[in-house]
Structures are given as structure tokens and as C-alpha cells.
């Protein structure tokens, strides 16, 4: 067990993306012990860097089990698993005996079910679900131009039109993402994701938004109002920018302290590149656009 002197073992359950390497790597810097739970599917091979073990999605009881063998105390959930049908799972004992109350929860949403799954493992086995920022705080957005353009008069306003669109969608547990260009909203964000929505900017007509010679447009994400902030922060990384240039945006504008970029220094790199900004917003902007 945990001692004053001694931090929590962490368990990462890693789904998709360089986020949960990239966790573990913060965390033993910070003297903690940790075990990955790869998801059969989702995970990166990277993940095999540091103790782990592999699951297939649906097998709650083996999940549990490595965890606990293992003891660790503290659990972060990070990383995309593609949300399957009920029926594709094929659940173990553990997993059957959690399905009526999975479908439930998803009955209130993406933020149902996650706020369902860690007050199981908090409750009724003892972990502490916590976020990834409270693992690696570097990863949290920080407030202000993070590249060396930013964003013209033009494109502020675009950024608050497209952050009232996310306030909207979040509210009803939809997504976190909105794409505003020249004062039209061009996209909304579902459960495709942001990367497939920014395809479907760069595939609109050119007169509807900017291109390489003349960008144009924003991409906004944000937390969703009453946020489980455990488990799904609104996240941002080089792929996001490499998008974003393509659909010919102008920017990217994230909620600062509430949104995490993978690797800040790269997505800088890559948006001073592309000749595109990344903005933190602060929260006293975004508590205006409420009026």
C-alpha cells in the first residue's frame, strides 16, 4: 500500500493515441510505479515500454484483475476505444454482470457512461479515478498565443462564434469541437471525431473556407458543461494541426486548464510551420460568451 513517503501506484488503462506512453513516462519522472492495461485494438505497441499487460475490450474481470494483482491504487483512463456495439463485446462474467447498468449509462451519454464506469471502480473497488492532468499537469493547455502568429480581428470573432457552438453541442453530451470560418459555423463535432469533422471541412467548397495562400476559420475545442474531467478532456496533438492546415483553418483555439495537447512543443513546431495559431482560451473569456 501507498505510505506518506511513497506515491500511489498508478494503473493506466491506455485506449488509442501517444497520450498513455506519454503519461506513464511523466509519471515514473515523478517517482511513481506504473502498470498499463492495454486495450486489444487501441492501444499503441509503445505502451510495451513500461509494465503492462493486454485486454481485450470486454474482459472487465481480467481488467480488474491485472489492476489489482498488480496494486495499484490510483487509475487514469486515457486514450480513444471506438465505441462498439453492446452486442460485438463479448463480455466476461465480470463484463455480463456490468452490462445492464452499461446501457444505462449510455443512455446518458458519452459523459453518462464514463462518470458511471469510474464511480464503479472507485466504489465498488476501491480505486481513485483521476485525471491525466493531475498525473502530468504540463499536458493542460496554458492560457495565450502558444505559436507565432495569432489570431486577427477576424478570426477572434470566429473563435467565439465557434465556441458558442461547442458550449451548445456540449451541453447536449454531443461533442466538444465547433469549426467557425468568415462568421458561418461549417461543422459541428459528433461522434466521428474531431479528425473526421476536419475532414469534412477539407472537403467543402473552397468559397466556404480558407486554403493554404489564404487561411481561414477556426477549429474550438472545449470541455463539455458538467465535464467528467477524469476521463475525457477535450485533446489536441501534431495530427490536429496537420488537419487543420489541410482543411485550410487559420487556427486552432482550445480552452485553457481544460483541454490537454500531446506534446506541446511539437504541435507548435507544426502549427508555426503551417503558418497557423494555437490559442488557450482563459476562462473569463469564455464566461463572457455565456451572456
Not at 443512455?107 to 471502480?121: C, H, I, K, V
Not at 468559397?207 to 476559420?217: D, I, P, Q, T, Y
Request: net charge neutral; hydrophobic share 45%; aromatic share 4%.
Amino acid at each position: 500500500m501507498a505510505t506518506e513517503n511513497k506515491p500511489r501506484k498508478l494503473g493506466i488503462a491506455a485506449g488509442s493515441g501517444p497520450l498513455p506512453a506519454m503519461l506513464a513516462a511523466a509519471a515514473q519522472a515523478a517517482g511513481r510505479e506504473v502498470f498499463v492495461v492495454g486495450i486489444e485494438g487501441a492501444a499503441e505497441k509503445e505502451i510495451e515500454r513500461f509494465p503492462h499487460a493486454w485486454v481485450r475490450l470486454g474482459a472487465m474481470g481480467e481488467f480488474l484483475h491485472l489492476l489489482k494483482e498488480n496494486r495499484c491504487e490510483d487509475i487514469v483512463l486515457i486514450g480513444g476505444v471506438k465505441r462498439p456495439s453492446l452486442a460485438s463485446i463479448f463480455p466476461d462474467k465480470t463484463g455480463r454482470s456490468l452490462m445492464p447498468r452499461v446501457a444505462r449509462w449510455l443512455m446518458q451519454g458519452d459523459d453518462g457512461l464514463l462518470r458511471g464506469l469510474a464511480d464503479y471502480f472507485e466504489k465498488e473497488h476501491g480505486f481513485r479515478v483521476i485525471g491525466a492532468h493531475e498525473v502530468a499537469g504540463s499536458l493542460l493547455a496554458p492560457e495565450g498565443v502558444l505559436t507565432k502568429v495569432a489570431p486577427s480581428p477576424e478570426q477572434e470573432a470566429d473563435i467565439d462564434m465557434a465556441a458558442r457552438a461547442a458550449r451548445a453541442i456540449g451541453a447536449l453530451d454531443i461533442g466538444q469541437g465547433a469549426v467557425a470560418c468568415r462568421g458561418i459555423v461549417l461543422a459541428l463535432e459528433a461522434a466521428e471525431g474531431t479528425d473526421r469533422m476536419l475532414e469534412r471541412v477539407a472537403s467543402l467548397p473552397p468559397e466556404l473556407r480558407g486554403g493554404e495562400g489564404a487561411r481561414a476559420g477556426v477549429l474550438v475545442k472545449l470541455s463539455k458543461p458538467g465535464q467528467e474531467k477524469r476521463v475525457d478532456l477535450p485533446t489536441v496533438g501534431v495530427k490536429t494541426v496537420e488537419n487543420a492546415a489541410a482543411a485550410g483553418l487559420a487556427g486552432i483555439a482550445v480552452e485553457a486548464g481544460g483541454a490537454l495537447i500531446v506534446d506541446g512543443e511539437a504541435v507548435a513546431r507544426a502549427a508555426n510551420k503551417a503558418g497557423i495559431f494555437v490559442v488557450g482560451l482563459g476562462r473569463e473569456r469564455l464566461q463572457g460568451l455565456r451572456s
